[in-house]
């Protein structure tokens, strides 16, 4: 799979990429990082990239000339315009961090990682000119309810979500699959696993871990984990985390 990061600050991408599983899966060739730098896309001695929005405000906006001609430049071809706009390429998607998007979720990773590219174009904090979001991008994506000073951040987490869910870039690839926002919980199931006060299909987040000591400052692992009884383990994780969920992320298992 292959990411291309468009930034005005393509220094920001040396270290937050350069570590652990992203760095283990450029290595083994299972993902391509490319960090495109914005401004070889302008036009004038002082390789402007934003302007005064029309309408008067606060702040600079992002252009749209030189995003989507660095856009058009990675993919090889022209976008169109308004009058024959081209239709995105199998398997690409195009990416526009930005506070106003839609939220970004594990949900999002997986549909991600099932596609060949990644196009990430990161916005700044005072926005982006609309014409990039509605005829550039595919989609406009956001991390979290607050605003960040630009998108350089957000698109790092981008990747090391969807990296981690490319076959290979993981040891174990079980390792997804039992971890918070996971696989949706069907609390209505029939299973002694699975059963719970609530009744409908949920998210939770991952269950309790401890290791050794067994003790620690007065504190023990819970019997059930040391006891041997699989079944017991299992029922007892699925309810710590059900009240985890109801505890840090009620929104999760809400049904209203």
Not at 111 to 129: F, P, S, W
Request: charged share 25%.
């Amino acid at each position: 799979m292959r990411f291309d990061l468009i930034t005005i600050f393509p220094e920001f991408f040396y270290g937050p990429l350069d570590h652990g599983i992203v760095r283990r899966a450029k290595e083994a060739g299972i993902v391509q990082i490319h960090v495109q730098d914005l401004r070889e896309f302008t036009k004038d001695r002082h390789r402007t990239v934003d302007d005064r929005p029309f309408g008067g405000g606060e702040g600079m906006v992002l252009k749209p000339e030189p995003l989507f001609e660095a856009v058009e430049h990675l993919l090889g071809h022209g976008v169109g315009d308004a009058n024959a706009k081209n239709a995105p390429e199998p398997g690409t998607a195009v990416l526009l961090m930005s506070a106003a998007g839609r939220l970004f979720t594990q949900e999002t990773a997986r549909r991600y990682a099932k596609l060949e590219r990644l196009i990430v174009i990161c916005g700044r904090y005072e926005g982006v000119d609309e014409r990039v979001a509605e005829h550039l991008a595919t989609e406009e994506v956001c991390v979290g309810d607050y605003v960040l000073s630009g998108g350089e951040l957000p698109a790092a987490l981008v990747v090391d979500a969807v990296t981690r869910l490319v076959p290979g870039a993981l040891g174990n690839e079980a390792s997804t699959q039992n971890e918070s926002f996971s696989e949706p919980f069907e609390t209505g199931s029939s299973s002694a696993v699975q059963r719970s006060p609530l009744g409908t299909r949920h998210s939770l987040l991952d269950f309790p871990h401890y290791t050794r000591p067994a003790e620690f400052r007065g504190w023990k692992v819970p019997e059930v984990l040391i006891g041997g009884n699989h079944a017991e383990v299992a029922r007892w994780r699925q309810q710590k985390a059900l009240e985890k969920t109801q505890r840090n992320r009620p929104d999760l298992v809400s049904d209203k």
